[in-house]
């Protein structure tokens, strides 16, 4: 069950599960890509169910499982891999444009697995995979609602493990680097924002994201193959994750000055 299916990462991880015989259950708002999803991971004895499903929206998801098992007999491995990003300070940044982007990054990971787990607990080897973010590991100026989202994402996900443990369920919380996505473009901007500054930002923010999604996905998944718990995607992501743990508390000193020059 992956959410999140109908492009970037989402699309990457689908087909690398497609390429390994898994059959699928893809779930998106966007119809249309949903549907050219399915067919490029369509292979010979894998099925591919579409579900239209707005992650944000508490009673699609509390009926989720039942349209999943109209067209599968049971979930061993759920991905909430649906996020939105938003960027600005705090101050630019309204409440409810904070509040529809937790609905997303946060909320709808936390009601998926609600809704997920009982069918998680009947197979004899399954898995979640929350999407955090290497802002789920530091947390840079400009994405004060992103970088909340994504570390709740995280923090939830850790606990959730301590809690399964002894269970027939694992946890993987997936950090990625700057993977070559449309996320940036679908960003929300704070609505007092100047265009030139708008512009500036989300080019900015565009020239980071290098990584093919398909390299990506296949890191993921290669990455719940072998259960890990923590799931960095890129090198970037490893650089930045170990320079977090070595200046916990001044890592943007460093990092600050290298994304000025």
């Known amino acids: ?82 996020g939105v990003a938003l960027f600005g300070t705090f101050e ?30 009947q197979s004899d080897d399954a898995r979640v995979v929350n999407m955090s973010s290497l802002f789920g590991l530091i947390a840079p100026p400009g994405q004060t609602a992103y970088a909340a989202s994504k570390f709740a994402v995280r923090g939830f996900s850790e606990s959730l493990r301590q809690e399964l443990a002894g269970t027939r369920i694992g946890v993987s919380v997936v950090h990625p680097g700057g993977v070559a996505t449309s996320i940036a473009k679908s960003a929300r901007l704070p609505q007092d924002i100047a265009e030139d500054e708008a512009v500036g930002r989300l080019k900015s923010f565009e020239s980071f994201l290098r990584l093919p999604p398909e390299i990506a996905g296949e890191i993921i998944v290669r990455g719940v193959e072998n259960c890990k718990a923590r799931i960095l995607v890129g090198s970037d992501a490893k650089t930045i994750a170990l320079i977090e743990r070595l200046m916990p508390v001044t890592y943007w000193n460093l990092l600050g000055r290298k994304l000025k020059k």
């Open 92 to 121: 630019q940044v309204s409440e409810s444009d904070f509040e529809w982007l937790f609905a997303i990054n946060f909320w709808g990971v936390v009601r998926m697995t609600r809704a997920l787990l009982p069918l998680l607990h």
């Open 1 to 82: 069950m992956v959410t999140g299916a109908a492009g970037g990462i989402g699309r990457a991880i689908a087909g690398s599960l497609a390429r390994r015989g898994c059959h699928l259950a893809l779930a998106d708002i966007d119809d249309a890509a949903l549907e050219r999803t399915a067919a490029e991971v369509a292979a010979p004895g894998v099925r591919v169910s579409r579900h239209h499903l707005d992650v944000s929206d508490r009673a699609a998801v509390a009926a989720f499982p039942q349209h999943v098992t109209a067209e599968h007999p049971g979930v061993d491995l759920l991905v909430n891999n649906a």
